[in-house]
């Protein structure tokens, strides 16, 4: 994946970075958008910044036929179901909502005509990182994803702070919970700064707070330790009740007397919770915190090392659409209807997940995800071995975002071996159940090996590949034959082995991670 990468069809360049890649026929509905590109991605974004109003049908009934019973509970519902009742004391009850909603991302990044949602779901996952499969943060893992990260990641990003900050998996993660007047924790304070607003980018380190340079307003450009130290202060007595698992405001843990955060005052003896949310209110509106998520999303969205002048754009985006309810829609748009957007690639590689995804999208492949589905099941096992096991990142910062974290040898080959196995045919031919039926697609005129590769290659692709590594596939293909030679009948074993390596070779191929 070095040198000079040609770009793909536009369509291509939107359906791997806004969505998981198509499946048969996204391509051409694209193209039906409009008479011209710039047309067309302006009525995609559009269409996938308003998920509401995509009919998602199929999602829903592939939930209800996988016998799903948690993702439709509420909060109460999930704290009384699974941490308080005798039931709760079984693991598997106890863990389910976490599971469940495992189950549900693949089926939705799978299967989802919301394809924006879903990546942008999994990017703020990321952001506002927990490791999941915990006893506390796991049986209230549906609330996270639903009414924490869902509710907000198209909405306002200071009511979505606030609502991360106050939530039970998040004060339990991030230890604030047990942060007291008594004995402070700046745990949840330091990552506030250092991952979720101002960001790593923006920290000067040991300094003091009067020491900082400031900005036109008057406001410090950076934060220092002890603006993390004064945060942890206004934080106090943010914690939960473990009786019913909501938040709770412990006024008699709160240090009331006066702090100094980013240069504002906070006096002593603010009215309950204000002293946290006036640290909230700073770091929303500071420019610092505009910049970091400006970064990220375009990093997510265009590549590694994204342009500057769309982050300034969206920076400024983030800043003048502070008070919208719709503030991370705007951004969002202002990136992916940016020109660089549509002309940048191969400057991000698909991670495991994206990957994996991505090549189950293209060929159409059914998994069902239930519980008591053996192919599901060992699928998921599978897919842990690649590093990206979906909300199991142990540390706040979330799954890295840059293709050098993930073109390694653990990666590669943990997403290699789920390919081998969906196209093992000793292991799925004899059986009824097959992940998908490469010779069900196939036109009736397409029976050479190089026409059965060249159909491949665009259905997986969605794009020739280079005349040397077309060649290889086809002699694969061929294996030492006429490469255009009609095949024998394709209830032939060897000729049916054949296609189905052929198609996880080009699933394998260097040009297939590019994104």
Not at 132 to 143: C, E, T, Y
Not at 157 to 172: G, K
Not at 412 to 431: A, F, M, T, Y
Request: aromatic share 12%; glycine share 6%; hydrophobic share 40%.
């Amino acid at each position: 994946m070095t040198g000079i990468i040609e770009r793909p069809p536009l369509g291509v360049i939107v359906l791997n970075r806004m969505g998981f890649g198509p499946r048969p026929g996204d391509l051409d509905a694209f193209e039906a958008l409009a008479s011209d590109d710039v047309g067309r991605v302006k009525a995609y974004v559009e269409q996938q910044l308003h998920p509401d109003q995509i009919g998602d049908g199929e999602v829903e009934q592939r939930f209800h036929a996988a016998g799903f019973t948690t993702l439709t509970k509420t909060r109460e519902q999930l704290w009384a179901d699974h941490t308080q009742a005798p039931e709760s004391r079984d693991w598997p009850t106890r863990i389910r909502p976490f599971r469940e909603t495992e189950r549900a991302a693949f089926i939705r990044a799978l299967y989802s005509r919301r394809q924006l949602a879903e990546v942008l779901a999994d990017f703020w996952h990321n952001h506002f990182n927990i490791y999941a499969q915990d006893f506390w943060p796991g049986p209230l893992w549906v609330h996270y994803d639903r009414d924490i990260i869902r509710a907000n990641m198209l909405g306002n990003f200071r009511e979505f702070l606030e609502d991360v900050a106050t939530s039970f998996p998040m004060l339990i993660y991030l230890d604030n919970s047990m942060n007291t007047v008594a004995g402070p924790n700046e745990n949840f304070a330091r990552e506030l700064f250092e991952l979720h607003s101002l960001g790593a980018e923006n920290y000067l380190g040991v300094r003091r707070q009067e020491a900082v340079p400031t900005d036109a307003q008057g406001r410090p450009v950076s934060y220092v330790d002890d603006d993390v130290y004064e945060s942890t202060r206004a934080f106090t007595g943010w914690t939960v009740d473990m009786a019913t698992g909501q938040f709770l405001y412990a006024a008699d843990q709160h240090d009331r007397f006066q702090k100094r955060v980013l240069g504002q005052f906070l006096r002593s003896d603010q009215a309950p919770l204000k002293d946290g949310r006036d640290v909230l209110d700073a770091v929303a509106a500071h420019p610092g915190t505009a910049r970091h998520i400006a970064r990220k999303l375009c990093r997510r969205l265009i590549a590694d090392d994204p342009p500057q002048r769309v982050v300034d754009e969206a920076a400024a985006v983030f800043l003048a659409q502070k008070e919208s309810p719709d503030q991370l829609r705007h951004v969002a748009r202002t990136i992916l209807l940016s020109p660089e957007f549509r002309t940048t690639w191969g400057q991000k590689v698909k991670r495991p997940f994206e990957y994996v995804v991505s090549c189950l999208r293209a060929v159409n492949a059914e998994l069902s995800f239930t519980f008591d589905d053996q192919p599901s099941n060992h699928f998921l096992w599978m897919f842990a071995q690649t590093g990206q096991a979906l909300f199991q990142w142990p540390t706040p910062d979330g799954y890295p975002d840059v293709r050098a974290k993930w073109i390694r040898s653990n990666a590669l080959v943990g997403s290699w071996k789920i390919i081998n196995w969906l196209h093992d045919v000793k292991n799925w031919w004899d059986r009824r159940y097959k992940p998908f039926d490469p010779f069900a697609s196939l036109p009736p005129e397409v029976r050479s090996a190089r026409a059965i590769a060249d159909f491949w290659v665009q259905r997986i692709l969605g794009r020739p590949l280079s005349l040397s590594a077309r060649q290889e596939i086809v002699e694969f293909m061929a294996r030492g034959r006429d490469p255009e030679m009609e095949l024998p009948n394709f209830n032939d074993e060897l000729v049916r082995e054949r296609v189905w390596g052929t198609i996880a070779l080009i699933m394998m191929t260097p040009e297939n991670l590019l994104r």
